[in-house]
């Protein structure tokens, strides 16, 4: 348990002694990965060495995305490309968890497809059929499209969705009819609802998942983060204890919100996502709901643990 | 104010003078249209002969849809093709609504239309400018399409989102990113869910609002029904009495919700989206909302009016 338990405390402001006494209260890290080490395909400065070096320390590294665009095997290159020290076992990620949810419960029938090949391919692997990523656009009118282009597939045991930058008015239409039958599962890879840039905002999958929400007026089981089941195995197999792991994110309603539900140690850093005016605002609300998406810890961005970092492993102080 | 307030009295269960002492108890009738007048193009049985008896009793009566794809002068046409003795000035309807929303604002920079024609004719109609309706499908690479594609048009002041069967993330991504500033007004045509067919769920406007909201983090105005909106200039211009009003409806959260808002009397009619299933669980409920949703009175559908409607015009009971 941290001493900082949902205090928001600025590493920044802390001794090379008490940034040290923090780095032993932990064994394991967590970290998401865009906003907090990556953006845009570009490592965030120092966050490489930052993660390599709390590796070197003897910490146990994982990456957790909820990003279902990409599989293990693509993240792994990815992180390797970029400098980070990791393995494909040391990747979390939503497509991955997706395909290992339903192989666990010995899915036989097809999956229809909202999102990329970072889902088909994960299927993939573990033989799932599937339908095929890509666009599925309008043909016709919506009454030619009704009565002749539109087939529905009887075999559809999930409907899966993800990031889909193909998503459509006839893959809607699917979703919600075969949602129509009780026994198809209905399956999210992760909510996040959306990714600003600068002067524009991209929309993220929570935007398609709520959309197939309303329509087919159920609720889907989301399997990233800040849902505890991407983190179950984990803890299930002893490979972390929550209360020595350490959460690391830039998005607080679901890095910091997974830290959360799972008893773990966090860090929100401001290189993403949310900022410290946004924890002002959860500190200040009524709503116990929002008091979850306070972190222990804060760092404007990964990369400035370094020096404390180093120095606490040369051990001058401790 | 009706004597059955909120009790879901089946019609069929009353006498020729109970029947006629309802009748007697409105003088305006507005009414939905798909569910109730005619389901895909076809009128439904009776319904044409219930509405032009009502006229011909001298009850003013009004045709009020959520449906966004047709002008007010295409919903004539049908009306009158289907056997309904209507004029323009008795349709309501949210594109038209819309447009007059915005006029009624001085509204004079440009529309971003996720919709279609019906949207931005009544927008040409009132000489508001306004982007196409019609396909926007994604170019190239999500990267490509973000750097090369995606041209965001500066003199966009408002969004408006209603029914689109080529909804699209490249609309999706525009329609955020507009709307990332706070002086862009931000409105929806209505939120319908979606349309229950055969076999076959349709998303309706309500899912692409909600899609729409996610990602734009904001909520829209929203013109249609069950905000009284819709009903305020009938109202504020004494063309209607609301206590003396009958709304007639299929859908609760739309129709009877309207009504319960704008204190008109209500009358759910079976042939479309709700049955008196749902009633029975909205009566069990402790939600105080739900409870907005129950009818006064209830008809399996309007065209079993009919016989009642004769016999008490024939004066023998009254």
Redesign the interface.
């Known amino acids: 348990m941290s001493i900082y338990k949902q205090t928001c405390t600025n590493l920044l402001d802390l001794s090379v002694p008490q940034i040290s006494s923090w780095l032993s209260s932990f064994d394991s890290v967590i970290s998401d990965c865009d906003g907090v080490l990556w953006i845009y395909g570009k490592a965030l400065n120092g966050a490489a060495d930052v993660m390599n070096q709390l590796k070197a320390q003897g910490k146990n590294i994982y990456f957790c995305t909820n990003n279902s665009t990409k599989t293990r095997a693509e993240l792994l290159t990815k992180g390797l490309e970029l400098g980070f020290q990791i393995t494909e076992e040391g990747i979390i990620s939503t497509a991955h968890a997706t395909a290992a949810y339903l192989k666990q419960r010995n899915f036989d029938k097809r999956v229809f497809v909202i999102g990329t090949e970072g889902i088909t391919q994960e299927l993939d692997f573990v033989g799932i059929r599937h339908t095929k990523a890509g666009?599925d656009?309008?043909q016709g009118t919506?009454g030619e499209?009704?009565a002749q282009h539109?087939k529905?597939d009887t075999d559809i045991g999930a409907v899966v969705v993800g990031f889909?930058?193909?998503?459509?008015?006839p893959k809607?239409?699917k979703a919600?009819?075969y949602?129509?039958d009780p026994n198809c599962l209905f399956i999210a890879t992760n909510t996040d609802?959306?990714f600003?840039?600068p002067?524009?905002?991209?929309?993220?999958s929570?935007?398609?998942v709520?959309?197939?929400?309303?329509?087919?007026?159920r609720a889907p089981i989301v399997i990233g983060k800040p849902n505890p089941a991407i983190c179950e195995s984990l803890i299930k197999q002893k490979k972390i204890n929550p209360s020595r792991t350490l959460m690391i994110g830039d998005r607080a309603n679901t890095d910091i919100l997974l830290g959360y539900n799972c008893g773990f140690q966090t860090l929100l850093v401001g290189s993403g996502i949310h900022q410290l005016s946004d924890v002002a605002q959860w500190k200040k609300s009524s709503n116990p709901e929002d008091k979850k998406l306070i972190p222990d810890v804060y760092l404007p961005s990964l990369g400035e643990l370094l020096p404390a970092l180093v120095e606490s492993q040369s051990g001058g102080s401790y």
Chains 1, 2 share one sequence.
């Open positions: 666009p656009y309008m919506l499209f009704m539109l529905l889909d930058e193909h998503f459509s008015f809607m239409t919600a009819s949602l129509s609802e959306r600003p840039m002067n524009l905002v991209v929309p993220g929570g935007s398609f709520r959309a197939i929400e309303t329509c087919a007026e």
